[in-house]
């Protein structure tokens, strides 16, 4: 944040705009346009998923992140259409003070 130099000597009241991440209150956080948790349809709400990878003559179980949850065992059925199942907005705040 930049004060202009007068200002920071002289005083008064300077106001401080920003965007902030909020919790969506349009889906309650969930991401889903219901409202609620979902578990997902992909890794049964695990949150991984395991992949067969042949090596040579073996072949190796690997262990990955759920690519449709990202790893939280929770999706969404129908994306909320406020935050687009992100779960959270930006929102604009303003922070006052004296100098």
């Given at each position: 944040?930049?004060?202009?130099?007068?200002k920071?000597?002289?005083?008064g009241?300077?106001?401080y705009?920003?965007?902030?991440?909020?919790?969506?209150?349009?889906?309650k956080?969930?991401?889903?346009?219901s409202?609620?948790?979902?578990?997902?349809p992909?890794c049964?709400?695990?949150?991984?998923?395991?992949?067969?990878?042949?090596?040579?003559?073996?072949?190796k179980k690997?262990?990955?992140?759920c690519?449709e949850?990202?790893?939280?065992g929770?999706?969404?059925?129908?994306k909320?259409?406020?935050?687009?199942?992100?779960k959270?907005?930006?929102?604009?705040?303003?922070?006052?003070?004296?100098?």
């Amino acid at each position: 944040m930049w004060i202009p130099l007068n200002k920071f000597y002289t005083g008064g009241d300077e106001v401080y705009s920003f965007r902030r991440g909020e919790i969506c209150k349009h889906c309650k956080g969930t991401g889903d346009l219901s409202g609620k948790k979902q578990v997902c349809p992909v890794c049964g709400g695990t949150g991984k998923m395991f992949r067969e990878v042949k090596v040579k003559d073996t072949v190796k179980k690997v262990e990955m992140k759920c690519k449709e949850c990202g790893g939280t065992g929770f999706g969404a059925k129908q994306k909320c259409p406020v935050c687009g199942g992100n779960k959270i907005t930006m929102a604009p705040r303003d922070l006052k003070f004296e100098l």
